[in-house]
């Protein structure tokens, strides 16, 4: 068993494509209509034929509190890895994203959190060697 794809719950797709692929880097993989929304996923250029993120609409009811909940209390939704978590938080902070967290030394990783302007927050993870 292997993952295949997981979710993230975004506001508004075409925000989320945005931020997505022209701030963090990641590739469009399907772009499909479907309704009201889009079957939308994003792959890392680094590993293009593998997991996909899936930026899924918060239309469920349940989504928005959820969501506000998890906010509220600084637990991000999910992980990127990242090999330099200080040169990730500049680039992007150069490029106007804003983080929760800076970098942080936690033993065994750094870590840092930021805002995807999707109403989520998304650690980066670099595993210390």
């Not at 499909?32 to 996923?41: D, H, K, S």
């Not at 899924?56 to 330099?84: C, N, R």
């Amino acid at each position: 068993m292997r993952l295949h794809q997981f979710s993230v719950l975004v506001d508004d797709q075409d925000t989320a494509r945005t931020f997505y692929t022209e701030i963090l880097g990641f590739q469009v993989r399907h772009d499909i209509p479907m309704g009201e929304a889009r079957w939308l996923t994003v792959v890392s250029p680094e590993d293009p034929d593998g997991t996909e993120l899936v930026l899924e609409p918060s239309m469920h009811p349940a989504v928005p509190p959820f969501k506000e909940a998890l906010v509220a209390d600084g637990i991000p939704f999910t992980s990127f890895a990242v090999d330099d978590v200080h040169a990730e938080h500049a680039r992007l902070t150069g490029l106007g994203v804003a983080f929760t967290q800076p970098p942080m030394d936690v033993g065994p990783a750094i870590m840092a959190v930021l805002d995807d302007t999707c109403g989520n927050l998304i650690q980066l993870l670099q595993h210390k060697t």
